[in-house]
DNA sequence: CCGGGCGCTGTGAACTGGCTGAGAACCTGT
DNA sequence: ACAGGTTCTCAGCCAGTTCACAGCGCCCGG
């Protein structure tokens, strides 16, 4: 399960990186409003920590910029502030819950607990890709309607090109994102490749030489 | 990719960049303040590592000289120091984003990724001209609408073409540019001059006798 | 019309990036 | 502790790529 922590304080970012990852998410922080952002729309998080004070650009345009692109990832709001006003303008602005500092470490997990569980009766929508397709609420993936089995780590990457179609992905792009340590081989990634290939059939993913993947050619696209 | 590492500790510069061309980038070293303000003034760069306490001139005030100049180049700040403030006077002074070292060469690489990504506003637009077509995103080249295959090489040349329209570029300015090291015969770009020709017609780049190459003439412009 | 370069290209040797099979290490449930 | 499944490393192979070389043709100044 992957979380964002968008907080401009390091020792704060780290320390709930630290706390949340021993709960078992895994956490990637930003430390600017920008990049917060930017994060938070390639839709590889399942929530966002959102602080309010931030470098560049607010929490509160953060989460309204991701709602007016019609982005429904779970975002709760942190923030020093503690007037009544700001919490409300906060879930106004369509956070899903508003928390103000401080805030022990028990109740946020609650909180985001309570968010999370919350958001997951909404099902995401199916990904798809030619005859493949992932179902991210029932977490299955077929090929032209018949099931394929699929581990974790298969699943994961697969995902991840699926949320980036239209894209040359890189080797340790998905080292980074697909796999959280990043002191790993590139050749793990090949492997993997090979493993989808061998499962969805050779086209599916395509070799971009000294570049990356990319999902395969457009031919199949529409269908 | 060609990136400026500004960093006085020799040994560490190294190892950035030795890792950092592992993965691609090419990349230039400047040990102090002024000289690094230098180099990234001429352009030729994707982004900017840059430490903040360097000999001559901090990282801070290349920053704010460089944004006076209304340079946009992303800059990324690495500095010793902890403290909050630090990171939010980097911020305050321009650059794109502040990390605290010791950082990880993984974190490094995925913030910078961040930086080039978000600078490159989410899609870096297409390259053409008349009927040549390149996407840096789906790295791919299509002529007339039909796609043309590249290999690593002959992509990055064209790129670099395209990325220069209007101009003459000299062989020795592309074997420094697209060829990093620069000990080699100036005959391997008139060999790759002559691969693009063979896959994209003989018009495409123009030779200028005893000064270098030059996108083709303007006949075929607005096509 | 001739000669000196400059630039072009065919050939082939060396290299490299990416793929794969094999198997070690690691979980996880029983 | 064990079995079954999963993850990841390693080493070798292969196709595709890169590049040097050498010879040729063509432009341009005389």
Redo the contacts with the bound molecule.
């Keep these: 399960m992957r979380l964002l922590v968008v907080e401009d304080e390091v020792r704060l970012a780290h320390a709930l990186r630290r706390g949340l990852m021993a709960d078992g998410f895994s956490v990637d922080i930003a430390l600017t409003g920008p990049s917060g952002l930017q994060a938070a729309r390639d839709g590889a998080y399942e929530a966002v920590l959102l602080d309010v004070m931030l470098p560049g650009l607010s929490g509160y345009d953060v989460v309204r910029t991701l709602r007016a692109e019609d982005n429904p990832v779970p975002v709760l709001m942190l923030s020093a502030k503690d007037g009544v006003h700001d919490q409300a303008d906060g879930l106004d602005c369509g956070a899903d819950d508003y928390l103000v500092k401080p805030v022990s470490y028990v109740v946020l997990l609650a909180h985001l607990r309570a968010v999370l569980r919350r958001h997951h009766d909404t099902r995401p929508p199916a990904l798809s890709w030619g005859d493949v397709r992932l179902d991210p609420a029932v977490h299955e993936v077929t090929l032209a309607g018949a099931p394929v089995?699929m581990?974790?780590?298969?699943y994961a990457l697969l995902e991840f090109f699926l949320r980036h179609p239209d894209r040359v992905v890189t080797?340790v792009e998905l080292l980074d994102r697909v796999?959280d340590l990043g002191d790993?081989?590139t050749?793990?990634v090949?492997?993997y490749?090979?493993y989808l290939?061998r499962k969805l059939g050779p086209d599916v993913i395509e070799?971009v030489?000294?570049?990356g993947y990319r999902l395969g050619g457009s031919a199949i696209v529409g269908t």
Tied chains: 1, 2.
Excluded: I, L
């Design positions: 089995a581990t974790p780590r298969e080797k796999w790993r081989d050749n793990t090949e492997v490749v090979g290939r070799t030489r000294g570049a």
